[in-house]
Every structure is written in C-alpha cells, then in structure tokens.
T-cell receptor, first 113, second 111 residues
C-alpha cells in the first residue's frame, strides 16, 4: 500500500539542529522528497534522495535513508527562525509510474529564540 | 528560468458552479501534475499529463477533469462545485524523473 507518516509537530531552539522523521510503505519508491511550505505559499522542493543512496547532504540539509526500515529523515543544521514552516515528506511509488507523489501529513517546525 | 505559474491565485465560487484553473509549467517541462490540499485530507494527487495525454489519475470523482495543450500548459476543471472542493490546488511540473517543482497554488473557496 501507499502511506507516508510523519510526526505532526517539532519545536526547536534557534541555532540547534532539527530532525524531522518520516516512514513510508512502498519499497518500490525510487525517489523520496522533502518539501517546505510556508503560510499561504506553494511547496518548495528542498531536496530529494535516490533510493540506492543512504545519505545526501546539501548545505545545512542532510537526508538519511534507511531503506530496510523505510525510514527517511531530514536534518537541518543551525536552525533559524526562517526555517519555521511545514515540512512534507513524499514518496514516488512505482504503481504511480513514479510521477505521482504520496505525501505525509506534514511536520510543523516551530523555531523559537 | 521562470517557475511554475498558476492563475488565478484566488477564486470564490458558489455551489453548483464550475471552475477552470490554469497552470504554466517551467519552460521545457512536459509533465504537469495537479494536487489538492485540504486541512482534512492533506495533499492528494489528482492527475498527471504528459504530451497532452493523461498518464495517471488519482481517486477523485469525474467532476474533476483536466487537459494539457501542445505548449504544455494545463488546465483543470471542476464542475458542479461542492463545499468540500474548497482547497488549495497545486500544479507541479517536471522534466525528468526526479525533481518536481510546484507553483504557488490557486486557493478556491466554494460558498
């Protein structure tokens, strides 16, 4: 089946690291994505990882993938107030021709001073 | 390159009416997908078009339809609007199989 789960809320102090976790169910998913949504805006692609990779780093962002456990995480280093937003994890299952994204419910990240 | 654009950004309709939303993908992108975002159901896939053909469809009633033109621009139409159709409708475009970029969305309110 197709299902993506995320915790709904995360609160961190400015300057700390944030870790947002996600689990997915479809082992056929080739790409896994992280999107950011700010209030009133669309989705901003932050990063994605190919399923044969374990880790991907892009500036302050680190994605870890445990394919055996179907677990994906996004680490944001040195979290800033501008990082406050909702973060969505998404998978692209083979059954959707890899063109259909299945999203989690989103994790609301609150950054406080 | 310009990003994905969607028009209009906001729309208010009444029950029973129909509505057409427009999406212009990033130049060179031939695949356009549509998603509905609501507080209750989250982000759900509507359909995807590639080279004017619908390639994939989500689990939505037939009132939701779409099309794609030869310049890759896409429209989606919702007929006989219901209160539950109030949502943010997002369009996404992609060129290859990896990156998928979203537009700012059209906020539809049905009264």
């Amino acid at each position: 089946g197709e299902d993506v789960e995320q915790s709904l809320f995360l609160s961190v102090r400015e300057g700390d690291s944030s870790v947002i976790n996600c689990t997915y169910t479809d082992s056929s998913s080739t790409y896994l994505y992280w999107y950011k949504q700010e209030p009133g805006a669309g989705l901003q692609l932050l990063t994605y990882i190919f399923s044969n990779m374990d880790m991907k780093q892009d500036q302050r962002l680190t994605v870890l993938l445990n394919k055996k456990d179907k677990h994906l995480s996004l680490r944001i280093a040195d979290t800033q107030t501008g990082d406050s937003a909702i973060y969505f994890c998404a998978e692209s299952p083979f059954s959707g021709g890899y063109n259909k994204l299945i999203f989690g419910a989103g994790t609301r990240l609150a950054v406080h001073p | 390159k310009a990003g994905v654009t969607q028009t209009p950004r906001y729309l208010i309709k009444t029950r029973g009416q129909q509505v057409t939303l427009s999406c212009s993908p990033i130049s060179g992108h031939r695949s356009v997908s549509w998603y509905q975002q609501t507080p209750g159901q989250g982000l759900q896939f509507l359909f995807e078009y590639f080279s004017e053909t619908q390639r994939n469809k989500g689990n939505f009633p037939g009132r939701f339809s779409g099309r794609q033109f030869s310049n890759s621009r896409s429209e989606m139409n919702v007929s006989t609007l219901e209160l539950g159709d109030s949502a943010l409708y997002l369009c996404a475009s992609r060129q290859g199989v990896d990156e998928q970029f979203f537009g700012p969305g059209t906020r539809l309110t049905v009264l």
